[in-house]
């Protein structure tokens, strides 16, 4: 095999990707495919990679061919992003079966179409985790205030119905890297194969995967937390005006019945 130089450049386009329609719409070029992932050759050495939890990566498809791509996605997309996550990695592919994955100069000894997939993968991963830990800080700095106010003024601001909508975004994102994200374990592609197993280990320690993944889960755990103390504070709450309710109600009824024996 000659050596062979390959840029890959990830975007997270969207929240979503329906593979199945955009596939039906684009059958030309396609290599393979899944219900989580499309993986085609659009050209000599140029390849791009759709994975159905919104991020896209391209291997050596010029800037304005990789606009044009993500703009043909969008009708396909569900909330499509404008400020789009980003990583890229530049790798040199050569005849010797060996690996080497590093920050200066990354070298694989070989290639094919599994391997091709394999390094687009989990440039996929870590785009996905760098956008999955922006969302959690986000929440994790807007519960922090409400935390705040109930330190300094003793109460909580936070309503339920905000609360349930923090649950639901915490909980989409753990349901998400669970399904989609191959981290703590190898994909299916690599059971059967040293290399890909190997290849695949060492670009989940170059992108410091497993590391990152572990932040983030302790983020959305603390998120959690501080979610359950709300809610359970705005049940007591809502209990606690349901009693008042309840005993004003009594309390009208026997007023009316003492009027009643008296007039």
Avoid: C
């Avoid at 937390?225 to 349901?242: A, G, K, M, T, W």
């Amino acid at each position: 095999m000659a050596e062979k130089k390959l840029i890959y450049t990830a975007y997270l386009v969207a929240d979503k990707i329906d593979l199945l329609a955009y596939r039906t719409e684009y059958p030309d070029n396609l290599i393979s495919s899944s219900s989580s992932e499309l993986y085609y050759q659009t050209g000599e050495g140029q390849y791009f990679f759709l994975l159905s939890y919104g991020v896209v990566v391209f291997a050596n498809v010029s800037k304005g061919d990789i606009q044009w791509e993500i703009n043909r996605i969008a009708p396909f997309s569900t909330n499509a992003k404008t400020n789009l996550v980003e990583d890229d990695l530049e790798v040199t592919f050569v005849d010797d079966k060996k690996i080497q994955i590093g920050f200066k100069e990354s070298k694989i000894g070989r290639f094919d179409h599994s391997v091709n997939k394999m390094v687009m993968m989990n440039l996929a991963q870590t785009v996905a985790l760098d956008h999955y830990t922006i969302l959690g800080e986000q929440i994790l700095h807007q519960i922090n205030g409400h935390t705040d106010l109930m330190r300094i003024k003793g109460r909580i601001l936070l309503s339920k119905r905000k609360a349930l909508r923090f649950i639901g975004t915490t909980l989409t994102t753990k349901n998400t890297i669970a399904q989609h994200l191959y981290i703590l374990d190898s994909p299916e592609i690599a059971w059967e194969d040293e290399f890909l197993d190997q290849l695949h280990k060492q670009l989940v320690k170059h992108f410091e995967l497993a590391q990152r993944y572990r932040a983030l889960e302790n983020t959305l755990q603390i998120i959690g937390d501080n979610l359950d103390v709300y809610l359970s504070y705005n049940n007591h709450r809502e209990s606690s005006r349901l009693e008042w309710i309840i005993i004003i109600l009594i309390v009208i009824e026997v007023i009316d019945m003492m009027i009643a024996k008296f007039i």
